[in-house]
């Protein structure tokens, strides 16, 4: 009999799972998200108080949540370096949320979450927008991502539901969207990370065809390209490690990487979007822009973070990173609860962006800690960056103020200056490539970029 092991491809060579994990079955694999659904079920508050569904809930909710943090610890996907990382991410994002959802939430913040409904109203064409790059005309994101001729620009509002569903249908459909929903769009737990701004576009089917043959599969190939290119002629062949690599080389390699991983999400998310096109205008079938903001188009760190990446872990970091972090400051400082721990906030996120990417690395490293470093240095590296570039920008900022006040009969004088955005391009390119390296040396040390390269 034809078994479904026999239709998997053979086991990799170079993957070093955690000791004592066993591959991956479907059972293990589908009884964490499932349990989850059926405690969220139980979630919203019912017309009627049953004394025993609190216990079941928090019941289910615990299996769940602890199944989601034994994935990565007991299973591995032995055909794929891939597939393990991402069963980290999985395991350790899953288990993060349920504790959020189910007791820190509902306990701690007394808030279960509410379905938001949003409408689009069409919109003029604004002039260009520099701090996220939603510019209009045939400079907008929406031109230079899609280059459609027909725009569609609109101006988001959202209306918050009065209570929660009662129905069991309404509950079943409830579950699915939250469980669903990675950025919390579609429910009042989305942050401010998730989108920056009402003004954004609405792209169709036709629109997102467009961008993924015009614009995301020839990135995709590009970067995988090079990545093989590097990794065939100057890795594989050679027998060497990431650090033989010339410096261009391995700045080149992190680049590609960089931009395989960004047109990847950005593939995946556009091709979801298609597939449930067909249900508009239900919640399921909305997909916000993945990234706010053209990459050209940034001048910072912070810049790129907060604009020009992807906000899928948004809620993990802000529950288990940011807010923490904001705590410790002000206690640490003596600050209120209204004041700003901007330097809090920034290490929050960051540690905890670090510690998430570090787990799931260290569980193709084979459990040794010093060879998944590498993604915990990228992101210590980039919170250094953000808090130096702020404290770069304050400073200058108060000299070209000091300036205009000493010259106050000069109208044309201005705080920005021409080179600021040259300035500020160069730096975060440049910081995110050599603190990158650091992540480029982790994956293929791993074996990530071998399997990248179809080897």
């Excluded at 009065?162 to 429910?187: C, I, K, N, Y």
Aim: hydrophobic residues 45%.
């Amino acid at each position: 009999m034809l078994s479904i092991a026999s239709l998997l491809p053979p086991p990799r060579s170079d993957l070093h799972p955690l000791p004592h994990t066993r591959p991956l079955h479907p059972l293990a694999a589908l009884a964490p998200p499932l349990i989850y659904y059926l405690a969220l079920l139980l979630l919203p508050p019912f017309p009627r108080s049953y004394p025993s569904l609190p216990l079941l809930r928090s019941v289910l909710a615990l299996i769940s949540g602890i199944l989601f943090f034994r994935l990565p610890l007991a299973y591995h996907v032995p055909f794929s370096v891939g597939l393990t990382y991402q069963l980290a991410l999985v395991g350790l994002y899953g288990g993060c949320r349920v504790l959020d959802v189910f007791f820190i939430s509902p306990i701690i913040l007394s808030h279960i979450p509410r379905r938001v409904k949003y409408n689009h109203a069409p919109r003029v064409e604004a002039p260009a927008d520099g701090r996220n790059g939603m510019v209009g005309g045939r400079d907008s994101y929406f031109a230079s991502h899609f280059l459609m001729p027909k725009e569609n620009p609109v101006t988001e509002t959202a209306t918050t539901d009065e209570g929660w569903p009662h129905s069991w249908q309404d509950r079943a459909v409830w579950a699915l969207e939250l469980e669903l929903s990675m950025r919390g769009a579609g429910f009042t737990w989305t942050s401010t990370d998730v989108r920056h701004t009402r003004k954004t576009w609405m792209p169709t089917v036709g629109n997102r065809i467009h961008s993924i043959l015009l614009h995301v599969l020839p990135v995709l190939a590009g970067c995988w390209g090079i990545i093989r290119w590097i990794y065939i002629g100057y890795i594989s062949e050679e027998k060497g490690e990431f650090d033989d690599l010339q410096f261009g080389l391995q700045l080149l390699l992190t680049a590609a990487l960089g931009g395989f991983l960004m047109s990847a999400f950005s593939l995946g998310h556009s091709l979801f979007a298609i597939l449930l096109s067909p249900l508009s205008p239900h919640p399921l079938a909305y997909f916000p822009p993945l990234y706010t903001s053209r990459v050209w188009s940034l001048t910072s760190v912070r810049g790129f973070w907060s604009y020009g990446w992807h906000r899928l872990f948004s809620r993990l970091f802000l529950v288990y990173g940011v807010w923490p972090g904001e705590w410790v400051e002000r206690k640490i400082m003596g600050k209120g609860p209204d004041e700003p721990a901007d330097v809090g906030k920034v290490v929050g996120g960051f540690v905890s962006s670090a510690f998430v990417h570090s787990f799931a690395s260290w569980t193709v490293h084979g459990g040794i800690v010093k060879d998944a470093s590498g993604e915990a240095r990228f992101f210590a590296g980039c919170g250094i960056a953000v808090v130096v570039e702020e404290l770069v920008k304050r400073i200058a900022m108060k000299s070209r103020r000091k300036q205009k006040q000493e010259g106050a009969l000069d109208k044309e004088f201005r705080l920005d200056r021409w080179y600021d955005g040259v300035i500020g391009r160069v730096w975060w390119i440049g910081v995110l490539l050599y603190v990158g390296r650091n992540f480029a040396r982790g994956w293929v040390k791993a074996g990530l970029v071998s399997e990248m390269s179809g080897l």
